[in-house]
């Protein structure tokens, strides 16, 4: 081993990064006694030269070494304390990946080698090397500048997300050519662009997309973490995803995808994993944070400094206010929008990124960070709301600005349509004044913290659970393939006249369940606020009854092409031209009172005509509700929104003028050609939605 042609370089920025001379090397340990920068042949495989690196005042280790360049693998080992009780894990015989690393090295196999205490004495220190099997970093020259599309912007009124998984979206497309499938490369496929234009959506939000580890349980059962919420590398595109195609790198093929969707005015946000890390618990591997600096990335019991605080679940939690292991957050947003160029981030577990020791708060440090940056500021923000830990339910609580995933709404309109269809003799689920506040942007959550209508991201089913149709088909969860015996994911569906081991086919529960799905679309793609559609909901995709499909890379997971509903999917094209073509509601609160001469904005109606009383909307057995929308987006006709979730068809009486029927949600694709006489009423079956809109 040689240690010439180093020196102390400087102690930023933090990560690789390439000079005139060499590479300068930083990593952040406020814990270590000592540091050693280690040099491996372009394979990984033979380390070549070991430094010892330079503290700096700020706790950041640093070197250069001249006459290296791209292409340079490395790794670092970390020295210090072995104390697990006062949370000190260091153990210099593991190599550790660089947090900041842009390219990852190797395949990471499940080794005891990896864990820097004994297995079966976690106190105990094990001295084993484990630089053969580590993930190691390469260092890698800036993406060159090229041409870009500009990118849409498209304002958060007009935004319609479409929740999909990079691989699961094309990996069964026989339109896309069998070597881009499942990769960047195939989501950006003309055949792929080309639907999800004809569908209407404005912004893809990836599941997650950073480098990702299995767990070890599935890599014993020989299954993988597909959805890949078991984050190792916030810089690194996961090469799993990418197709390699014409040689491109995976940073390459992904920033190539984004600039194609920016070309047909479709936004990327990306799921981002902040909240945990793979190192899983106590008793994991020591890969990267654990290893550099255990109680700085993690947060620790303050009871047991070998005990991790286990915020998300997934057995520990990343101390995101930390001021160091912030700047590794922000960085890491900086990077994606900067030089990969998305458009907006969705945060795992949000809640966590709001914690300090005092508890959530809105005016967290990570918000503060946000808020002030000139890049993040400016993209689109979308949070989970809750965790694990005590206060992490935090639905409407985050800053201004910022959109959240509404399960209230998910839930009320679930219960309004699904459960009433189940239990058509029971009181109602929810009252028609909780599902008037669901379908207006969540008022009751939203308005009092001044937060904009659009703050509501809407939807009745995304990644994590049952697919709408198997919302509407399995009586339980059939989750044995996950190895859990069956006692994972959510429990009992809300559901009605299944067979016992799946689906009825029966005709009048056919049509029933057809009705439910395009009512249950209908609701949240018109809903004021931010709409929602989870891939694959908008034709029928089944994952056979499995609502929690996280490790199951296969076919149940990927959409099937070929067995598309084409109904329904024609159903999800018109409702969403119709939102784009009307907006029915404003990005705006709603007074519900007359001005003048002018009508009221909004108004409630029973379906009688008579306007709703306080008595109505608390009634248990009242199913069915009228909407009138005044001036309604874009155009100044007024819309008039029908809702029967009754077991009968309903007549509703119409406000005085002439209507026209653009969406019945009774018809297979929601087509309606009905015009009104004058005092004519409207026929709207059961468990249905009609949109009318007011004519000349």
Known sequence: ????????????????????????????????????????????EQEIARHA?????????????????PGQVYGFRADGPWNPAQGMRFNAAKLLLDPYAKDIVGSFEWRDEHFAAERNKPLQIDARDNAAYALKARVIEALAATERAAAPNTPLSQTVLYECHVKGFSMRNPAVPEALRGSFAGLAHPASVAYLKALGVTALSLLPVHYSLSEERLAKLKLRNYWGYNTIGFFCPDPRLASGADGQSAREEFRAMVNTLHEAGIEVILDVVYNHSAESD????????????NPSYYWLSPHDGATYMNFSGCGNTIKVHEPRVLQLVMDSLRYWVLDMHVDGFRFDLASVLGRSEAGFSRQAAFFSAIAQDPVLSRVKLIAEPWDLGADGYQLSGFPR???EWNDQFRDGLRRFWVASAARPQEPAAITLGELAMRLCGSSDLYQSQRRAPHSSV???????????????????????????????????????NCGA???????????????????LLASALLAQGTPMLCAGDEFGRSQNGNNNAYCQDNRDSWLDWDSLDHDLLQFTRHVLQLRRRLLPFADRWYQGLADGENPADLSWFQADGQAMSMQRWQDPEARDLACLINQAGNTEQALFIL???????????LPPGHWEALLDTADSRGQSHWKSAVSMGYPLAAHSLALLMQTA
Not at 282 to 293: C, E, M, T, Y
Not at 503 to 517: E, M, N, T
Not at 643 to 653: D, H, Y
Request: contains cysteine; charged residues 15%.
């Open 401 to 403: 600005g910022w959109l």
């Open 53 to 69: 690196m330079l503290p700096s005042a700020g706790d950041i280790w640093h070197g250069h070494v001249q006459g290296i360049g």
């Open 501 to 519: 081991e799946g689906p009825s086919r029966d005709p009048v529960v056919l049509q029933l369940r057809g009705r439910l799905k395009r009512a």
């Open 643 to 653: 809702f029967n979730a009754g077991a009968s068809e309903q007549l509703f009486q």
């Open 282 to 293: 106590a008793l994991g591997p020591s890969i990267s944070f654990r290893g550099l600096d």
């Open 1 to 44: 081993m040689t240690t010439s042609r180093f020196s102390a370089g400087r102690p930023g920025p933090l990560g690789a990064h390439i000079d005139a001379q060499g590479v300068n090397f930083a990593v952040f340990s406020a814990h270590a006694s000592a540091m050693l920068l280690c040099l491996f042949d372009e394979r990984g």
């Open 458 to 496: 809407n939807y009745v089913a995304a990644h994590d659970g049952f697919t709408l149709n198997d919302l509407l088909s399995f009586n339980e969860r059939y989750n044995l393939a996950n190895g859990e015996k069956n006692q994972d994911g959510h429990g009992h569906n809300i559901n009605f």
